[in-house]
């Protein structure tokens, strides 16, 4: 896809150190989605006014129809993009066509209050007109975030499914039993440790095995090194290979 290509791919790290990788949209498909949004609104108008006016108006009377009439129109403009935003698939159906999703920065869903902050903001982002304001942030933030993303700290993505990003990096730690006695909780801790360090950071890997020095009497690297040792020892007590297999992913570990 030509406009996937013209669009850039953001690193986000998560609170637990795990880094996913969002792809962001840009102008001409969001652009795109805006205009099939409005289309739907105009036509729901549309059968709205036609079925008010010309069912309902000989019951509750012209003026009331009016209103009526006003009130939906209102309700279009200002809560369509919030109901949808909110609601399970994170999207319009003109995003959805153009496979398109809101997002909150962190890689979650979006919040009705996000949602909210947002879509109430366009009118913001519409000053002095035709989108001005939207289009200016967009075009100069690293993100493509308009003013009501910057707000409520939300971005519009591809509606593919993000993905950790494994680093490419290889520790030689030699296979070594605990230096004490460790209980099942410990030792659930450690393998969980081995299993997750492939998505983490250098800096997240180098801070969480620190926590370890007691059990490990070193930091930095080599504590690490020592960290990721017993954890192997743990999984296969026994060493039955010359060398341990590579973990999944590009993170492997070498005795």
Known sequence: MAAARADTLQSVELADGVEIQLRVAGLAVRSMAFMIDLLIRIGVDIAAAILIF?????????????????????????????????????????????????MSVTGGPVSLAQAVMRNFLRVVDFMPGLYLTGIVCLLFTKRFQRLGDLVANTVVTYAEVPQPV?????????????????????????????????????????ELSSLAQPLTRAVGMEGLRRLCGMAMWLRDPEEKRAAPPPMKGAFSYRS
């Open 54 to 102: 010309g069912f309902l108006q000989s019951v509750i009377g012209l003026e009331m129809a009016r209103g009526l009439s006003l009130l939906f129109a209102f309700f279009m403009e200002w809560f369509y993009n919030v109901i949808f935003e909110a609601g399970a698939k994170g999207a319009t159906p003109g995003q959805r066509s153009m496979k398109l999703r809101v």
């Open 166 to 206: 494994m680093p490419n990096v290889e520790i030689r730690a030699e296979r070594r039993a605990p230096s004490q006695v460790l209980t099942r909780e410990e030792q659930a801790a450690l393998l969980q440790f081995l299993e997750r360090a492939p998505m983490w950071a250098d800096e997240r890997r180098i």
